[in-house]
């Protein structure tokens, strides 16, 4: 375990290079998925989205359309050899609102982002019953774990070995993020990105061997 333990720590500790010559792209490629951003109440959904992505949409967009839609623009790091940029569009949901809205609300998802707070447990177990609810729609796209509030050391109740074993059930990465500090906030979302691109590969591929 602890080996595997280490190595969700190492992905979480990811970096992007907001100066790669990658971001800016000129010429490349481009495409985009929509992400369902998903958790209970007051985990920090929408701060991590507003630390990181184009957010021009006012929060009481939520509370009226049980999601709010955000522009998060991903850049695919140079192991993939392609420079191709993808636009992730993040779509911030109410978890009440799945189950009124699942369909319309979930249609067409490519990627999640689960957030859970790492001050109450109960979150990540809320999380385990909304990804149930997710899969119904977005079956099988790539999950990312974001376990957010880890810079309040003295108040987790939920330790990184939670996170490992939700993640390994869930063939998730996961990153303890803070959206105060911006710790692992554009790790995470680069993880995102690069899942998007590879599932779509590998569907691709399986349809061209038939």
Same mark, same amino acid.
């Given at each position: 375990m602890s080996g595997e333990k280490e190595s969700c720590a190492r992905i979480g500790r990811g970096r992007f290079n907001r100066s790669s010559p990658f971001r800016r792209g000129v010429g490349a490629?481009?495409?985009?998925? $929509?992400v369902a951003v998903i958790g209970g109440d007051a985990v920090g959904k929408r701060t991590l989205?507003?630390?990181?992505?184009?957010d021009p949409v006012s929060d009481r967009f939520v509370a009226t359309l049980g999601a709010k839609v955000s522009k998060k623009e991903i850049v695919l790091p140079v192991r993939l050899r392609d420079g191709t940029f993808i636009d992730l569009i993040l779509? +911030?949901?109410?978890?009440?609102? =799945? *189950? $009124? #809205?699942?369909?319309? =609300? /979930? #249609?067409? +998802?490519?990627?999640? /982002?689960?957030?859970?707070?790492? +001050?109450?447990?109960? +979150?990540l177990e809320e999380l385990d019953g909304l990804m149930q609810t997710v899969r119904r729609t977005a079956a099988d796209g790539p999950l990312v774990l974001a376990v957010n $509030?880890?810079? /309040?050391?003295? %108040?987790r109740q939920l330790q990184p070995d939670d996170a490992l074993r939700f993640a390994q059930a869930h063939a998730a990465d996961c990153f303890f993020t803070s959206a105060t500090t911006g710790e692992n906030v554009e790790a995470a979302f680069q993880a995102l990105g690069e899942q998007v691109v590879?599932? #779509? #590969?590998?569907? *691709?591929? %399986?349809?061209e061997k038939g």
């Open positions: 490629d481009r495409s985009k998925a $929509k989205v507003h630390r990181s992505a184009f779509w +911030t949901v109410n978890p009440r609102a =799945l *189950t $009124k #809205r699942e369909s319309a =609300l /979930l #249609r067409g +998802t490519a990627a999640i /982002l689960g957030v859970c707070d790492a +001050t109450r447990m109960q +979150t $509030k880890w810079d /309040l050391s003295g %108040e590879r599932h #779509r #590969r590998e569907k *691709t591929q %399986e349809i």
